[in-house]
């Protein structure tokens, strides 16, 4: 699925992160689940962006060896809940509830406000055993230097986790979060339109939103890697009716009495 791919995008540089052995005496790694980031600009528009958001941050975070990331498989009945709800992610309520129920021992949450020229994110590191907002950031900036704005917010969140990188850990995520580049908030919004598609296993709307964001970020390996499992769901979704088609129109031909 592709949300596991966007995941496992930490496979292009590293082992997969549930593989490594566990050195004798090590911490142990910190689980973490990042919710989807809620929109306060006021404009509809704007609502898939907070799950592209979640999905860079996962696959940038992935590379981060201290961290175990809950992967939104687990977590995808529980957000359809919240959206139903209308409940907002950024809700130090929520983020705990959700984040017990999966297993997780922090929960970030963050919000996005203006867009225009000047975008804000705002972000929460959440324990969730005590409910206690360990790390507060925001970020601002250009709306097409949003490259800029993700990197500054990842770098907040793994302070805010109390991890102190390593520099060749320092390396791993500064490439992969040049692998995923995305430059311009636009780019950001078509791939988020595209996701919100996906989940709604609406794949060919899916690829046509994706399109645009393919064309403005053609290197970034975020975008391609999902733009190809889009259009490989969308194929098969287009041979499963054509095959259904073909066995209803048979079907209804056999059926048919004989002519003399």
């Known amino acids: 699925m592709l949300r596991r791919t966007i995941l496992l995008l930490a496979l292009v540089t590293i082992p997969a992160a549930s593989a490594p052995e566990r050195l004798v005496g090590a911490e142990p790694k910190k689980t973490v689940a990042i919710l989807y980031f809620d929109n306060y600009t006021g ?15 996962i696959s940038d975070l992935s590379v981060v060896k201290e961290i175990q990331l809950v992967e939104r498989d687990r977590m995808q009945d529980l957000i359809k809940e919240i959206d139903l709800q209308h409940t907002k992610y950024f809700d130090s309520t929520t983020s705990v509830k959700v ?3 999966v ?5 970030v949450v963050g919000a996005f406000a203006s867009v225009d020229p000047q975008m804000r994110i705002d972000t929460r590191v959440v324990r969730v ?11 601002t900036g250009d ?14 969140l793994i302070d805010g986790l109390g991890l102190a990188l390593s520099p060749e850990e320092q390396q791993q995520l500064a490439a992969r979060q040049q692998q995923n580049r995305v430059d311009a908030l636009n780019t950001m919004t078509a791939f988020s339109r595209a996701l919100a598609l996906y989940d709604r296993q609406d794949y060919e709307g899916a690829v046509k939103a ?13 975008i391609t890697v999902a733009y190809e499992d889009m259009k490989r769901r969308a194929a098969a979704n287009l041979a499963d ?17 004989p002519q003399f």
Do not use: C, H, W
């Open 43 to 57: 404009q509809s528009d704007y609502d898939p962006l907070g799950k592209g958001i979640s999905s860079m941050m």
């Open 99 to 101: 984040g017990r129920m």
């Open 103 to 107: 297993g997780a021992q922090y929960v």
């Open 129 to 139: 055993e005590t409910g206690e907002v360990v790390k507060s950031a925001q970020v």
């Open 143 to 156: 709306q097409d230097k949003f490259f800029d704005l993700e990197k500054r917010l990842s770098d907040r």
């Open 210 to 222: 994706m399109a645009p964001a393919a064309r403005q970020a053609p290197n970034s390996a975020l």
């Open 241 to 257: 009716k054509a095959k259904n088609k073909l066995k209803s129109g048979l079907g209804g031909f056999f059926k048919k009495p």
